[in-house]
């Protein structure tokens, strides 16, 4: 029986960063590498008491980062073509013991905090039809920002039929559950795919 009171958290960090020409993760924004930025924030908007799992096929890459000893590891297959987003998600979400985990990419430097605290608490008023809380995409292709919100856990089972029926959009999966919006305004949004994406996060201002 998931646990209603505790909060988790899970970091997604098995990109290949191709259009970024180097690892993304390690890489500063205002001299802090982008996971950690993204681990701290998760840290602060659950608290101490908060679980949090990255899962990534480089677990020891990334230890040196990421130093506290509650940080729990999901290790990713290594494989030239990763098998995308979707499929982290669903391996991540296997260990989480909590209602609900908060899911981010590990490449937004700019996380507001106090927004996705305030979406945490909000979590026991949203109707139990909903499998997850995200905000908007300005993209109309995309409608959601699927790694920068929460899941609930009992969504996993959802997650996994359409994965094995072969799909393996986000977007497509989320297109069939039920979403309700998390306000967020898009500074907080900003994800780090290119050079110039990095050059505007550390231009921005904190």
């Not at 985990?101 to 979406?119: M, N």
């Not at 995409?137 to 994965?163: H, V």
């Amino acid at each position: 029986m998931p646990d209603s009171k505790a909060s988790s958290a899970l970091i997604l960090a098995g990109g290949r960063s191709r259009r970024m020409g180097e690892d993304k993760a390690l890489l500063p924004v205002d001299g802090i590498p982008m996971l950690r930025r993204v681990y701290a924030a998760s840290r602060q908007v659950l608290g101490p008491e908060g679980t949090i799992f990255v899962v990534t096929p480089w677990p020891d890459r990334y230890r040196p980062l990421l130093f506290e000893p509650e940080c729990r590891w999901v290790e990713e297959p290594a494989c030239e073509t990763p098998p995308g987003p979707l499929s982290g998600f669903i391996l991540g979400l296997e260990p989480v013991e909590t209602e609900w985990v908060l899911v981010l990419a590990c490449d937004l430097p700019r996380l507001d905090t106090g927004v996705l605290q305030a979406a945490l608490h909000s979590l026991p008023q949203i109707s139990t039809s909903v499998l997850a809380v995200l905000p908007r995409s300005d993209q109309q292709s995309r409608p959601w920002e699927p790694l920068a919100g929460f899941y609930r856990t009992a969504s996993l089972d959802s997650a996994r039929q359409f994965y094995a029926a072969g799909g393996r959009s986000f977007q497509g999966w989320l297109a069939g559950i039920a979403v309700s919006e998390l306000p967020a305004p898009p500074s907080m949004l900003l994800n780090c795919n290119t050079p110039a994406d990095l050059e505007r996060a550390n231009d921005a201002s904190p």
